[in-house]
């Protein structure tokens, strides 16, 4: 191995490292230096796709591989095998094709003299409750309007709803966007639910690692909540944002992006606030394309809605070189999103519609919001971390905030909806 973060020499001393890997960056590597035999301690922690921890040595071979997943801790322990003196690395590797795989890496060093005992140390911190969980406790919202209101929270076991009450005065169309929470945590299929003035479920989906969850439809005069359910008992960080108005979409006439990416429309790098777009696509002109130019490594939200009934249209990604990085369908009420981690570079997308007659307008939003990485992503670009050797700390300290990253996006259209999409 030519290059990885270089961790010195091992001491007691707890090194802990917060990074991720994922589609455009799968593995990390760091080296360290034992001066003399030493029982070795890895543990990889907050996941929320699978992963797994290598441990080894400067000739190549694997000393041990541990997998780890969502809610299981991968661990390597050298307690009853020491490892010698030497360079050895840690790899991690992500295991999931899509989206991005948050983690934080704890390494050290132990005495070799057995000890049996130990401390426990526990301590509790009260939940933040943003919204009650009941229509009777439900959070109020101000009137709506075009310009977005956002929340963040987070549900859980111990906090299993959030419910938001919006009053509408006459006859509007409402659009709900659940999202990633930060740069960095992402729902743990976090589910949205609208429902009426009697608690009757109108629409239900949920955003996950890879697609943000949105509902976009007309809804009469009355009272109406906006519900945040998790869909397990992991904790579910959000972000919700509740806004009126049908989007501004394009026409058929307008002014569209270039049908190929030699015309793309180039809209540089994309605000973490999100700028919006107006498009169409369809038999005449069936393809937009968008420039995207990532200055950092980013977590980029693209997200299309405004679809016209009866139609629907698909989210394409590609690399400079045109190959493809990922893609998802769009629907007339639940829109199409693509949540995906880029590194530096230029990326194109393309709104495809390719209905044989008429087609749609629509409403892109994208934003970027960059990520600080802590390790390099090859073994030939990675920061020098200076040596270290100082006494273990008397009790370990195991992180619990981890960020979740869950399995693919899926969208259910209901069997009697008119609305023509497709399942993700």
């Excluded at 003299?113 to 130990?118: K, V």
């Excluded at 740069?183 to 429902?195: E, Y």
């Excluded at 693209?302 to 590609?318: H, K, W």
Aim: glycine share 10%; with cysteine; hydrophobic share 40%.
């Amino acid at each position: 191995m030519a290059v990885a973060t270089q961790l010195g020499t091992l001491g007691t001393s707890t090194q802990s490292f917060a990074d991720w890997v994922g589609s455009s960056n799968p593995s990390d590597y760091y080296a360290f230096n034992l001066t003399s035999a030493a029982a070795v301690r890895l543990h990889l922690s907050g996941l929320s796709e699978t992963a797994t921890l290598t441990l080894e040595n400067a000739s190549g071979p694997t000393l041990d591989t541990i997998t780890g997943g969502l809610n299981a801790d991968a661990w390597i322990n050298t307690d009853l095998a020491p490892l010698p003196s030497g360079t050895y690395y840690i790899v991690v590797n992500d295991q999931n094709p899509n989206g991005s795989n948050g983690y934080n890496l704890s390494v050290a060093t132990a005495p070799l003299a057995n000890t049996a005992g130990y401390t426990l140390t526990a301590s509790a911190t009260a939940v933040t409750n943003i919204a009650g969980d009941t229509l009777a406790t439900a959070r109020v919202v101000p009137a709506l309007s075009a310009t977005p209101q956002s929340f963040t929270g987070e549900v859980s076991a111990v906090n299993p709803a959030d419910v938001f009450a919006f009053t509408l005065t006459g006859t509007n169309t409402v659009n709900l966007v659940l999202s990633a929470y930060g740069a960095g945590d992402v729902p743990n299929f976090t589910n949205l639910k609208l429902l009426n003035s009697n608690g009757t479920s109108l629409q239900a989906t949920y955003a996950t690692s890879i697609a943000d969850a949105s509902i976009s439809t007309q809804l009469g005069a009355g009272t109406y909540y906006a519900e945040v359910l998790p869909n397990s008992t992991a904790p579910s960080e959000y972000r919700l944002s509740l806004s009126d108005g049908a989007p501004a979409v394009g026409t058929a006439a307008g002014s569209n992006p270039g049908g190929s990416i030699a015309t793309a429309l180039d809209i540089g790098a994309p605000p973490a606030t999100g700028a919006t777009y107006a498009g169409w696509a369809g038999a005449t002109h069936p393809d937009d394309y968008y420039k995207l130019d990532i200055t950092q490594t980013s977590i980029v939200h693209l997200d299309v809605t405004g679809i016209s009934a009866s139609y629907s249209a698909e989210l394409i990604l590609r690399d400079i070189s045109g190959n493809l990085i990922d893609q998802a369908g769009a629907t007339p009420i639940f829109g199409g999103s693509l949540v995906t981690v880029l590194t530096t570079g230029t990326y194109y997308l393309d709104i495809n519609n390719s209905f044989s007659t008429g087609g749609t307008g629509y409403s892109l939003t994208a934003s970027a919001n960059i990520i600080n990485e802590a390790a390099g992503n090859t073994l030939a670009a990675a920061p020098h971390r200076p040596s270290t050797a100082m006494s273990a700390p008397a009790t370990p300290t195991i992180s619990t905030n981890s960020p979740c990253r869950p399995p693919p996006r899926c969208r259910c259209i209901p069997a009697a909806s008119p609305i023509r999409g497709r399942w993700r």
